[in-house]
Each structure stands twice: as C-alpha cells, then as structure tokens.
C-alpha cells in the first residue's frame, strides 16, 4: 500500500502562482510513477502531469497546462510537486495526487493509489 497526502492548495488570483506538494508514504519502494489530476465540479477526472519514479526520469503534461505547470520530484523526501504558473480560472479544481506501482498513465482508472485532494480556486 502507497499512503498519499498532498497540500498547497488555495486561491489564487488569475496570472499568479501556486505550488502543490504531495507526499507519499508505505511502499514507496515499488512506484513507477507519480500523477497529478484535477476535476472540477460536474466534470471527470482529468490528467494534468506525470513523472516517473525511477533513476530516468520522465515528465509529461496534458496540452492544456504545457508550458505553465512544471512537475517535480525529490526521492529522498518522497515528495512530487506540481509548479503551477500562469494560472487561469478555468485551471479551478480539486487536484489529486496518484501513484502506481507499473506503468505512468494519462487516465485515471491507470492509477492505484490516490491522495485526498486540494482545492486550487483561481479567481479572475
């Protein structure tokens, strides 16, 4: 079992800069790779950033957040970050933490383990 717990989230003004962090606990020995997510009110739950957790490491980012979110990690904390710059109103979600032990998805249901999510409100 992987433990998640993220934090950092809140409200922001449209432009400004916010930074989550999430860290995990239990078994971290056996992740493959660590997920953002979002979903919005009424809406799914959708794919913002990845990264791996092995010693190559690989990021990667849904087209919308390309170019303003950034997405980190620091093995030796067993913390993943999420940069988040330049943000919009429509960026306004519960974000959530995910981690797997086999493969870096861009779907949800690719996902085992799973934080409890914070709220990032962007106000125009």
């Known amino acids: 079992q992987v433990q998640l717990v993220e934090s950092g989230g809140g409200l922001v003004q449209a432009g400004g800069s916010l930074g989550l962090s999430c860290v995990a606990s239990?078994?971290?020995?056996?992740?493959?790779?660590m997920g953002w997510f979002r979903q919005a009110p009424g809406k799914v739950r959708d794919f913002v950033a990845a990264?791996?957790?092995?010693?190559?490491?690989?990021?990667y980012y849904a087209d919308s957040v390309k170019g303003r979110f950034t997405v980190s990690r620091d093995k030796a904390k067993n913390t993943v970050y999420l940069q988040m710059n330049s943000l919009r109103p429509e960026d306004t979600a519960v974000y959530y933490c995910?981690?797997?032990?086999?493969?870096?998805?861009?779907?949800?249901?690719?996902?085992?383990?799973w934080g409890q999510g914070t709220q990032v409100t962007v106000s125009s």
């Open positions: 995910a981690a797997d032990p086999t493969v870096l998805g861009r779907t949800a249901n690719a996902y085992d383990y």
């Open positions: 239990g078994r971290t020995f056996s992740m493959y790779a």
């Open positions: 990264i791996t957790w092995g010693n190559d490491i690989a990021a």
